[in-house]
């Protein structure tokens, strides 16, 4: 009897665990199919609209790891989806079940609930302030000083979604350290975190610097990671671009730390090995610098940086020059790099095939730099090419303004400028503008509305000055139409030699042959004028 009993309490016992255990394989297989399901978009409408959210929380709390891991991935799949999804994830209260859940279980649940959060913070700043309440800061920090680099990944992921939205400064010190780390995903997202914090203020970058991310993300830039190459130029970008109106001695010293660290010359090397989108943060970085000082701008040039950025202008779709608005030392730099006509080469071609605020937005960085550089011009035979009458009106009339500095003040300057044709230039300028606005006025007569139309104008008060340094009678050679007009007063004293000679005839008096003129003494010595 007792062994029957026992054998009968063996086989109830078998039953019970084999209920159990089915049990336990129909969530695991649900809720590894739901987690299936939720990584096609298609599927994410039905899903809430089966209410998924109420069947995924309880699980997060299972016994089973693997459920608990399955559950967090099909919630963070659904969250990723949209704003509105991370809205269901947050009133659901599920948040909090997952920041508690972070510091208890294994390293690849800690890796799903970090890309739940993730997945929330990223829409929005509302979202990524409801992550922040929920106590993740934290354990997302707690999960930097893992061992395994995937949570360490994972978690320094979050923080950069967080840090998109909302700077929070208290993550630097453990996430900065992690830019020596070996892992190159690992990394990726350090650098991207950083560059999040560091973008918000100044206060916040200053925070990164003091941080000691340099010399290393600087070590970055040659990473043999494209993602960790590209994240760590837009880290020192976000570093350097906080304007210097706001606190001009901090900004000045982040920049000059970038310089005091070997920075430029980093940047410069990353520019010339980029190519595409991954040279802009490069780019932008050098122009911030530049834009400083007069001493940043030089150590820039002294980098050889200007020869990377003009070749940026010809084979990329951003233009980022600040080198020449300080001295005229910097703008012959890019004068000779033959930047000018390839600013105006982007100016007066950008955009026609581009539609909306890009090409918009480079046209107008490209003309701010032109006139930025003509401003501080000097070089007269780099400012030659540009003096058209094709060259936009409002980049011409700063062209002409620079040769009416130069001219009058420098005797080889005058000259060159006529044997290289720059004169007559000057001439058929005046005359096209001053047909253009005679026709837009409606002035009677094309060649009075031509003469008098740019009176009062800048760029005709330019023209002046540079006229005022020459010769009357040199100005009007080179001017449009004087050939016509020397031909038509030879003309009309042919005919009226014919007519003279005709009247001669009628009278019966024939012409008397001319005599030579018997010439004094005293005018043979004098030289014979001829007058035109």
Same mark, same amino acid.
């Given at each position: 009897?007792?062994?029957s009993?026992?054998?009968?309490?063996?086989?109830?016992a078998?039953v019970?665990?084999?209920?159990?255990?089915k049990?336990q394989?129909?969530r695991l297989?649900?809720?590894?199919t739901v987690a299936?399901?939720?990584s096609?978009?298609?599927?994410?409408e039905?899903l809430?609209?089966?209410?998924v959210?109420?069947?995924?929380r309880p699980?997060l709390l299972?016994?089973v790891?693997?459920?608990q891991?399955?559950a967090?991935?099909?919630?963070g799949?659904l969250?990723?989806?949209s704003?509105?999804?991370?809205?269901?994830?947050v009133?659901s209260?599920i948040l909090?079940?997952?920041?508690?859940?972070?510091?208890?279980q294994n390293?690849?649940?800690k890796?799903?609930?970090?890309?739940v959060?993730?997945a929330v913070?990223?829409h929005?700043p509302?979202?990524a302030?409801s992550?922040?309440?929920s106590g993740?800061?934290?354990a997302l920090?707690?999960?930097l000083?893992?061992?395994?680099?995937?949570?360490k990944?994972a978690a320094?992921w979050?923080?950069?979604y967080?840090a998109?939205?909302?700077?929070?400064?208290?993550?630097v010190t453990?996430?900065?350290?992690?830019?020596?780390?070996t892992?190159?995903?690992?990394?990726?997202?350090?650098c991207?975190a950083?560059?999040?914090?560091?973008k918000?203020?100044?206060?916040?970058a200053?925070?990164?610097?003091?941080?000691?991310v340099?010399?290393?993300?600087?070590?970055?830039?040659?990473?043999?990671?494209?993602?960790v190459r590209?994240n760590a130029a837009?880290?020192?970008?976000?570093i350097a671009?906080?304007?210097?109106e706001?606190?001009q001695?901090i900004?000045?010293?982040?920049?000059?730390?970038?310089?005091?660290?070997?920075?430029?010359?980093?940047?410069?090397?990353?520019?010339?090995?980029?190519?595409? #989108?991954?040279m802009?943060p490069?780019?932008?970085?050098?122009?911030?610098i530049?834009?400083?000082?007069?001493?940043?701008?030089?150590?820039?040039i002294?980098?050889?940086g200007v =020869?990377p950025l003009?070749n940026?202008?010809?084979s990329?779709?951003?233009?980022?020059?600040k080198?020449?608005?300080?001295?005229?030392d910097h703008?012959?730099?890019l004068?000779d790099?033959?930047v000018?006509?390839?600013?105006l080469?982007?100016?007066?071609?950008?955009?026609?095939?581009?539609v909306?605020?890009?090409?918009?937005?480079?046209?107008?960085k490209?003309k701010r730099?032109l006139k930025?550089?003509?401003?501080?011009?000097?070089?007269l035979e780099?400012?030659?090419p540009?003096?058209?009458s094709?060259?936009?009106? #409002?980049?011409?009339k700063?062209v002409?303004?620079?040769?009416a500095?130069?001219? =009058?003040n420098n005797?080889a300057a005058r000259?060159?400028?006529?044997?290289?044709?720059g004169?007559q230039r000057?001439?058929?300028?005046?005359?096209s503008l001053?047909?253009?606005?005679?026709a837009q006025t409606g002035a009677?007569g094309?060649?009075?509305?031509?003469a008098?139309i740019?009176?009062?104008t800048?760029?005709?008060?330019?023209?002046?000055?540079? #006229?005022e340094?020459y010769p009357e009678e040199i100005?009007?050679?080179?001017s449009p139409g004087?050939?016509?007009?020397l031909?038509?007063k030879?003309?009309?004293?042919?005919?009226?030699?014919r007519?003279?000679s005709?009247?001669a005839m009628?009278?019966?008096?024939?012409a008397s042959p001319a005599?030579?003129p018997?010439?004094s003494?005293q005018?043979?010595?004098?030289?014979?004028?001829?007058?035109?």
């Amino acid at each position: 009897m007792a062994g029957s009993g026992a054998a009968a309490a063996a086989a109830n016992a078998r039953v019970i665990v084999s209920v159990f255990e089915k049990y336990q394989k129909e969530r695991l297989q649900f809720v590894q199919t739901v987690a299936d399901l939720a990584s096609r978009e298609s599927n994410i409408e039905a899903l809430q609209a089966a209410g998924v959210m109420a069947l995924l929380r309880p699980l997060l709390l299972d016994g089973v790891p693997a459920i608990q891991h399955a559950a967090a991935l099909a919630l963070g799949r659904l969250a990723n989806y949209s704003a509105d999804m991370a809205d269901a994830v947050v009133d659901s209260d599920i948040l909090p079940q997952l920041v508690y859940s972070l510091a208890e279980q294994n390293r690849f649940y800690k890796k799903a609930a970090a890309f739940v959060l993730r997945a929330v913070a990223k829409h929005s700043p509302e979202l990524a302030r409801s992550v922040v309440d929920s106590g993740a800061l934290n354990a997302l920090v707690s999960c930097l000083e893992e061992f395994d680099p995937g949570v360490k990944e994972a978690a320094a992921w979050a923080l950069g979604y967080i840090a998109r939205h909302n700077g929070d400064s208290n993550s630097v010190t453990f996430i900065a350290p992690l830019l020596a780390n070996t892992d190159s995903k690992l990394r990726r997202q350090v650098c991207s975190a950083l560059s999040q914090i560091s973008k918000h203020s100044v206060d916040l970058a200053e925070t990164v610097v003091d941080g000691e991310v340099f010399p290393g993300v600087l070590n970055c830039l040659k990473d043999s990671d494209g993602y960790v190459r590209k994240n760590a130029a837009t880290l020192i970008c976000e570093i350097a671009k906080h304007t210097p109106e706001v606190r001009q001695s901090i900004e000045l010293n982040l920049a000059q730390l970038i310089v005091s660290s070997g920075g430029i010359a980093a940047v410069v090397d990353y520019v010339n090995e980029s190519r595409g #989108n991954a040279m802009l943060p490069g780019i932008m970085t050098l122009g911030y610098i530049a834009a400083f000082s007069e001493t940043l701008a030089l150590s820039v040039i002294v980098a050889k940086g200007v =020869p990377p950025l003009t070749n940026a202008l010809v084979s990329e779709s951003e233009d980022h020059i600040k080198i020449g608005r300080h001295s005229p030392d910097h703008a012959k730099t890019l004068a000779d790099n033959a930047v000018l006509p390839k600013l105006l080469h982007i100016l007066t071609s950008a955009g026609g095939g581009d539609v909306g605020e890009t090409g918009s937005d480079l046209k107008t960085k490209a003309k701010r730099a032109l006139k930025c550089i003509l401003e501080k011009t000097l070089h007269l035979e780099a400012l030659e090419p540009l003096l058209d009458s094709s060259t936009p009106a #409002n980049i011409l009339k700063y062209v002409v303004a620079q040769f009416a500095k130069i001219l =009058p003040n420098n005797v080889a300057a005058r000259r060159a400028f006529v044997t290289s044709g720059g004169l007559q230039r000057i001439q058929e300028i005046a005359n096209s503008l001053g047909r253009v606005g005679a026709a837009q006025t409606g002035a009677a007569g094309a060649s009075e509305g031509a003469a008098g139309i740019l009176n009062g104008t800048k760029i005709g008060e330019y023209i002046r000055v540079i #006229n005022e340094c020459y010769p009357e009678e040199i100005v009007r050679y080179y001017s449009p139409g004087y050939s016509a007009t020397l031909l038509d007063k030879i003309e009309e004293f042919s005919r009226a030699a014919r007519g003279g000679s005709v009247t001669a005839m009628q009278s019966g008096s024939p012409a008397s042959p001319a005599k030579p003129p018997v010439l004094s003494d005293q005018t043979s010595q004098q030289p014979s004028a001829v007058a035109v």
